[in-house]
């Protein structure tokens, strides 16, 4: 069976190989990806002038997959007066005097614009789940609550896609290693890289009940094989592009009759 990228039914991530190709080889893929950039970048632009609707793209994955990559290349050709990228650390003391999408509803971009979730309200069943900085009473009734939160942004104009940048345990050792040896990406390392790391298997379960509880029609989880990162972009430019063609976006009509205008 050919892996699924778009999560419809329970998967299992070790059935899921982290370096596959489907068949593409990096220099046919690099040349669409270029293609698909090109053509959000005008898409975008139709995005802009419209003011009902939005989309919000959702990067997560473990430390090192490539959320920062992945955004990067993913507006290449886009103006960036009209992306919002929303990174999520762990809570400040105003956000945890508040309930846990409080922070997330704040950053949910504006009309005409597209918004970047690097990390997102999933860490509170992720990270929060895993490494037990809340009860299961607290953090397993929010697959129920970000269900909603999701359908009231769908309901109100917002496309939402979500990728799980899907990185092997070994691929990590990579990027972590590199980290720790160009002093380029020292600033990138933190001890507690290595404590998540620890954890591996427990986070991959966590991942499982995400893909498993919160993919609905309008708002999929997408299961990207990272550890080739021209795989990565192309996968995610690929599903961009499409929803974005899929919204049927036209140029606003004028707001009066133009043709009692003249410029001299
Ligand atoms: P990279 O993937 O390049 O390492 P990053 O996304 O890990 O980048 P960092 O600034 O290194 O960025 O880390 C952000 C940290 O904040 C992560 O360890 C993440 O788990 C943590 N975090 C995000 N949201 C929450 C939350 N709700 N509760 C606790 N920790 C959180
Ligand atoms: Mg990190």
């Known amino acids: 069976m050919r892996q699924p990228v778009e999560i419809k039914?329970?998967?299992?991530?070790?059935?899921?190989?982290?370096?596959?190709?489907?068949?593409?080889?990096?220099?046919?893929a690099r040349a669409a990806t270029h293609?698909?950039?090109?053509?959000?970048?005008?898409l975008q632009s139709k995005l802009y002038a419209n003011t009902d609707r939005a989309l919000i793209v959702v990067l997560q994955g473990m430390d090192a997959s490539g959320k920062d990559g992945a955004t990067r290349a993913l507006f290449e050709f886009v103006n960036p007066a009209g992306v919002e990228?929303?990174?999520f650390k762990a809570p400040s003391s105003e956000e945890r005097e508040h309930d846990f999408l409080w922070r997330v509803h704040h950053v949910v971009p504006r009309y005409g614009h597209i918004g970047v979730f690097n990390r997102s309200h999933y860490e509170d069943v992720l990270v929060v789940r895993v490494m037990k900085?809340?009860?299961?009473?607290?953090?397993?009734?929010?697959?129920?609550?970000?269900?909603?939160?999701?359908?009231?942004?769908a309901e109100s104009g917002y496309t939402?896609?979500?990728?799980?940048?899907?990185?092997?345990?070994?691929?990590q050792a990579e990027r972590l290693k590199a980290r720790l040896q160009d002093p380029a990406k020292h600033w990138k390392f933190e001890g507690a890289d290595l404590r998540m790391r620890a954890h591996?298997?427990?986070?991959?379960?966590?991942?499982?009940d995400v893909l498993d509880k919160c993919s609905p029609p309008h708002a999929r989880w997408h299961a990207i094989p990272a550890d080739k990162k021209w795989v990565r972009d192309h996968l995610i430019a690929r599903r961009v592009c499409e929803a974005l063609e899929d919204m049927k976006l036209a140029w606003p009509k004028a707001k009066e009759d133009l043709s009692k205008y003249k410029v001299r």
Do not use: C
């Not at 596959?20 to 080889?25: A, Q």
């Open 9 to 28: 039914s329970k998967i299992r991530l070790k059935d899921l190989d982290p370096s596959e190709t489907f068949g593409l080889t990096k220099e046919k």
């Open 35 to 42: 293609k698909l950039l090109k053509r959000i970048g005008e």
């Open 85 to 87: 990228v929303a990174n």
């Open 133 to 153: 900085l809340a009860p299961k009473e607290i953090w397993a009734p929010r697959f129920e609550q970000i269900n909603r939160f999701e359908k009231s942004l």
């Open 160 to 171: 939402v896609l979500k990728f799980f940048l899907h990185i092997s345990r070994k691929e």
């Open 200 to 208: 591996w298997d427990h986070f991959m379960e966590a991942y499982e």
